[in-house]
């Protein structure tokens, strides 16, 4: 086959998938709050969160940030967003679980938490709110996990919600608009590497 040959099939596949692509961008035509639900082993999740959010705020969007379990307040993201006119963030956690080894503290600080985002979820201000880390509270039975569907649910029509964290359940699968699950094909970590600021904090 000569270049030209070649040029010319390249140029009717390519028309063939543009035809194909702008069709399916043309019936995607709705809008509404989404649920995105970010979980799997590899790291990236909360990262994609925060990608979010700076989309958001570029829009000039409100944005509500609730950092469950974690309770170091020396993040970057915190650093650079807490600042963002427009961006609440909050840090509701007093370490993992391992850390405070004391379930009825975890309960106790997850449910404080839990307010926290239920005000937001009930407040049409907040354009998107992420809800990081999630579902470990959910999963360790911290939370009540018809009651967190519930005010999601119940949340204003166009609001966003974003939950992070591994092991989310089906139920919240199910409900989800997005789910991505992220796999860990590799960590640096396992090589003996420390977190590194911008990376991983
Ligand atoms: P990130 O905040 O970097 O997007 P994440 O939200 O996907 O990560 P978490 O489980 O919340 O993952 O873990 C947060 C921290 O643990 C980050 O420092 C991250 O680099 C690290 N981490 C994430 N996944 C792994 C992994 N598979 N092995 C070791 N460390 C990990
Ligand atoms: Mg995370």
Same mark, same amino acid.
């Given at each position: #086959?000569?270049? +030209?040959?070649?040029?010319?099939r390249?140029? $009717?596949? #390519?028309a063939r998938k543009k035809?194909?692509?702008?069709a +399916?961008?043309a019936?995607? @035509?709705?809008e509404?709050?989404l %649920?995105?639900?970010?979980?799997?082993?590899g790291?990236?999740?909360? +990262?994609s969160?925060? !990608?979010? /959010? !700076?989309?958001s705020?570029?829009?000039? #969007?409100?944005?509500?940030?609730?950092?469950f379990?974690k309770s170091?307040?020396?993040? =970057?993201?915190?650093a650079?967003f !807490?600042k963002q006119a427009g961006c609440?963030?909050?840090?509701l =956690? @007093?370490g993992?679980?391992?850390?405070?080894?004391n *379930?009825?503290?975890d309960?106790?600080?997850?449910? *404080?938490?839990? $307010?926290?985002a239920q005000?937001m979820? $009930?407040?049409?201000?907040y354009?998107? /709110? /992420? %809800?990081?880390?999630l579902?470990?509270?959910?999963?360790y =039975?911290y %939370?009540?996990? @018809?009651?967190v569907l @519930?005010d999601?649910s119940? *949340?204003?029509p #166009?609001?966003?919600?974003v939950?992070?964290?591994?092991?989310?359940?089906?139920?919240?699968?199910?409900?989800?608009d997005?789910?991505?699950?992220?796999?860990d /094909?590799?960590? $640096?970590?396992r090589d !003996?590497?420390?977190?590194q600021?911008?990376?991983d904090?």
């Amino acid at each position: #086959m000569t270049d +030209s040959d070649k040029n010319t099939r390249h140029q $009717a596949r #390519m028309a063939r998938k543009k035809a194909m692509i702008d069709a +399916s961008i043309a019936r995607a @035509d709705q809008e509404k709050g989404l %649920l995105l639900v970010l979980t799997g082993n590899g790291k990236g999740k909360s +990262s994609s969160a925060f !990608g979010m /959010v !700076g989309r958001s705020l570029g829009h000039g #969007m409100t944005v509500g940030v609730c950092q469950f379990l974690k309770s170091r307040t020396d993040t =970057g993201e915190e650093a650079f967003f !807490g600042k963002q006119a427009g961006c609440d963030w909050h840090v509701l =956690g @007093d370490g993992f679980t391992w850390e405070t080894q004391n *379930r009825e503290q975890d309960i106790a600080t997850s449910q *404080r938490g839990w $307010a926290v985002a239920q005000r937001m979820l $009930a407040d049409p201000r907040y354009d998107l /709110v /992420v %809800l990081d880390e999630l579902t470990y509270l959910l999963n360790y =039975g911290y %939370l009540d996990a @018809d009651q967190v569907l @519930d005010d999601i649910s119940a *949340r204003p029509p #166009m609001q966003h919600v974003v939950v992070t964290g591994r092991a989310a359940s089906e139920t919240l699968r199910d409900f989800a608009d997005t789910v991505s699950e992220i796999a860990d /094909v590799k960590h $640096a970590y396992r090589d !003996g590497i420390k977190a590194q600021q911008g990376i991983d904090l």
